[in-house]
């Protein structure tokens, strides 16, 4: 395990896979489906701007970074040729490859368990995403730098932001939970971006999250 992907990040995702798959699936009480609804808003704003922004034509082939329970993988599988979604946690893609069975698109759906930064990719894609990723990620530079090096089209990421009154409360939560958090400023985001030989598209607030759409500088 490298110092981009800590131990304690995969352990606890380890621990919550099937509580955070519900956030999509719904499978929890009326009133927690209710509170997603409130308090979890931009996540599910992100994911619909996510698969807007890899939806398109153009658009064939997409990478995962970080797929969890693939759910961004699911609704962009049927009409793409190659979907690769990798995740460190076994857990998390147990769950992923059950629910593209359930969907009907388990064949057009690679999922794997591996360290993105110790992967070995032969081929690049049209698009990467790393959605709820750089949250963990504490030297973010090396993380972009591969998927900018990997995209042929366009790279979407997302990074909390840090200036929020939710920063405070989920720094605490997680760090009590034993996983560590970043949290970034529109600033650092673009400085990250031009040191990692990204070329910002749009950078967008949404909720407390910034959505962001860069294209490789080198393409």
């Not at 798959?21 to 308090?39: A, H, M, Q």
């Not at 750089?134 to 979407?156: C, E, G, Q, R």
């Amino acid at each position: 395990m490298n110092q981009v992907q800590p131990a304690k990040v995969k352990g606890y995702w380890e621990k919550i896979a099937a509580e955070f798959d519900t956030i999509y699936s719904g499978e929890k009480s009326p009133f927690k489906c209710w509170l997603d609804k409130v308090f979890r808003a931009d996540m599910y704003e992100r994911y619909r701007l996510t698969v807007e922004e890899c939806g398109a034509d153009s658009i064939r082939s997409v990478l995962d970074v970080g797929t969890g329970s693939g759910r961004f993988c699911l609704p962009l599988a049927k009409g793409k040729e190659r979907i690769l979604g990798v995740d460190f946690s076994q857990p998390m893609i147990d769950i992923a490859k059950k629910r593209a069975e359930e969907a009907g698109v388990a064949e057009k759906c690679d999922f794997r368990v591996a360290d993105f930064m110790e992967l070995e990719l032969d081929e690049a894609f049209d698009a990467v995403i790393a959605i709820g990723v750089f949250d963990y990620i504490n030297k973010p530079v090396p993380f972009l730098s591969k998927m900018a090096k990997t995209s042929v089209v366009k790279v979407v990421a997302t990074f909390p932001i840090l200036w929020s009154w939710r920063a405070p409360v989920r720094w605490v939560r997680l760090n009590l939970a034993g996983c560590p958090v970043y949290f970034f400023t529109e600033a650092k985001v673009r400085k990250l971006c031009a040191e990692s030989g990204l070329a910002v598209k749009s950078l967008k607030r949404v909720g407390k999250i910034h959505f962001l759409v860069a294209t490789p500088a080198q393409r």
